[in-house]
């Protein structure tokens, strides 16, 4: 197949090109300028410069392709993004995979794609977005929900490892809020799997959520950070305030969400086999862990 794929040169889309390509999939990749099209091109995929709010050039791109993947989803990019894709795939029971978020479900102990909406406001816009391509007729549209994504030294995991040490005798992480709060996550060469797997075998108007399964509190991982670094204090709660006050009240609102959630539907619909070394895990001796962060 012939895929179309917006942000190719981000952290999940460093995961996705190559897993497509591996599978056996041509890609044209979307990028905004020449810097990026190298990158890109030396991955394997063709590149297309252009704007994903341009209708006319994501149209025509989504026309000439077998599937779309849209990676770069944001507030200002989706509105003209999908309905550009929707008219160059109109009628053609092509499928188009969208990203949405997992703090969409807000706070709750067992997500499942059928749990109600109740996003933080910085992530309110999404939920107009997934149901124009869920609701897409003659295009096979579905929606990919990932959880904290992490893995390769990088994403929001970094929140929690480059915490604020605070001045104090004994050097202590500090927490966000009081750490209490689990958070739903996957590995990111995981979820990767998930998208290309939702392309080839997912259902029109489908959504499948990208947990792998581990559902830590903030806590539990503080507290690896904080070993893993030495750090005699330990790890320091937080209150919301000041967490807030650090990190911004949107994205602070985000994180104090206690998510937990199995990812069953890809699992028995898709194959899904996410088996990436658990955050944990990463924390304590992975990529995330201070020597492999020095060494890189």
Do not use: C
């Not at 300028?33 to 890109?40: C, F, H, M």
């Not at 706070?107 to 897409?136: F, K």
């Not at 028995?268 to 020597?291: C, M, T």
């Amino acid at each position: 197949m012939s895929i179309l794929l917006t942000g190719a040169t981000g952290y999940i889309g460093t995961s996705v090109l190559p897993r497509l390509i591996e599978e056996g999939h041509g890609v044209t990749a979307l990028v905004r300028d020449a810097a990026k099209a190298e990158i890109v091109e030396a991955a394997g995929a063709t590149a297309l410069i252009g704007d994903a709010t341009d209708g006319d050039l994501v149209a025509r791109a989504a026309l000439e392709s077998d599937g779309v993947i849209h990676l770069a989803s944001g507030q200002d990019v989706d509105p003209a993004f999908i309905a550009a894709v929707l008219r160059g795939l109109e009628g053609s029971d092509k499928p188009f995979v969208h990203t949405g978020g997992m703090w969409t479900y807000g706070s709750n102990d067992d997500i499942t794609e059928e749990s109600p909406a109740a996003p933080p406001a910085l992530t309110a816009w999404r939920g107009a977005n997934e149901a124009v391509v869920l609701g897409a007729a003659g295009v096979r549209g579905m929606v990919v929900v990932p959880s904290i994504v992490y893995g390769h030294g990088a994403g929001l995991a970094r929140v929690v490892v480059d915490a604020p040490r605070g001045d104090a005798a004994a050097p202590a992480l500090h927490l966000i809020g009081d750490g209490a709060q689990h958070w739903a996550t996957v590995h990111v060469d995981d979820l990767a799997q998930l998208y290309v797997l939702a392309l080839e075998n997912g259902d029109a108007g489908q959504v499948y959520l990208g947990a792998g399964g581990a559902n830590p509190t903030v806590r539990e991982l503080g507290e690896a950070a904080a070993s893993a670094a030495g750090l005699a204090g330990g790890v320091v709660a937080e209150t919301a305030d000041e967490t807030s006050e650090r990190l911004g009240a949107g994205l602070t609102e985000a994180l104090l969400l206690d998510q937990r959630s199995r990812g069953s539907k890809a699992r028995i619909d898709l194959g899904w086999e996410p088996n990436g070394a658990s955050l944990l895990d990463e924390i304590v001796s992975g990529s995330y862990a201070p020597e492999t962060i020095a060494a890189g």
